[in-house]
């Protein structure tokens, strides 16, 4: 079975602090890509990283890091010092290609309060 | 760039009622998606569409029904609505269909049956 879990609901923290949303997948196929989308309370969807099953170097934006893990099968985001811009709900998400198609499988969401 | 848009951003329903939602890309993606938004469950598909003219059933299709008659656009049509029908609907774009093809997704349809 294909799964993503995003076991933190919801995380609250205050300016300043750094904070890691977990993500932790199930595959049986050997290729595959994970991404994490950002929905602020605008209500878009944003993308902001995709990642191959083969590369599982992190990698840094600015604020923003992610660490990939295939022995553990999870792909951790974290914010570093946190700002309230960054309060939104935050999804992970597990694409391979299923039926002929890229089936993308999106994890309940962990929904980031930022406070001042 | 207005990459994917929507229509309408919100819209009330009674039981019974039709609509559709239309669903605009100007990136010259191939392929296009419906999904639906429901609290804790991330989001699920509803029908895709790989190229013009084509059109196949997703995770969640009942109640719904699709046509690809322009490839830059894609509707979702709710025959008659239901109140399992509440949700917020996202449209999303992809240039291809292989895994790594990145879906950019709409601003979504906040959609109230009543």
């Known amino acids: 079975a294909q799964k993503v879990t995003q076991a933190q609901t919801e995380i609250s923290v205050v300016e300043k602090e750094d904070v890691t949303l977990d993500c932790v997948y199930e595959?049986?196929?050997?290729?595959?890509?994970l991404f994490w989308y950002k929905q602020p309370p605008s209500g878009e969807l944003v993308f902001l990283i995709r990642?191959?099953?083969?590369?599982?170097q992190n990698e840094i934006s600015g604020r923003y890091s992610w660490n990939f893990q295939k022995s553990t099968s999870s792909f951790n985001f974290t914010i570093t010092a946190s700002q309230v811009v960054d309060s939104a709900v935050y999804f992970c998400a597990l694409s391979t290609i299923s039926g002929g198609y890229n089936k993308l499988i999106f994890g309940a969401g962990t929904r980031l309060a930022v406070h001042p | 760039n207005a990459g994917v848009t929507q229509t309408p951003k919100f819209r009330v329903l009674k039981t019974g009622q039709s609509m559709t939602l239309l669903c605009a890309q100007d990136?010259?993606?191939?392929?296009m998606y419906w999904y639906r938004q429901d609290p804790g469950m991330g989001l699920r598909l509803i029908h895709y569409s790989v190229g013009e003219g084509t059109t196949a059933k997703g995770e969640v299709p009942d109640g719904y029904n699709v046509s690809r008659l322009k490839k830059q656009n894609f509707l979702l049509g709710l025959e008659s609505a239901a109140p399992s029908q509440t949700s917020v609907y996202f449209c999303?774009?992809?240039?291809?269909?292989?895994?790594?093809?990145?879906?950019?997704f709409g601003p979504g349809t906040r959609l109230l049956v009543l």
């Open positions: 999303a774009s992809s240039y291809g269909t292989a895994s790594q093809e990145t879906q950019y």
């Open positions: 595959t049986r196929d050997t290729t595959y890509y």
């Open positions: 990642r191959n099953s083969f590369d599982e």
């Open positions: 990136m010259n993606h191939e392929y």
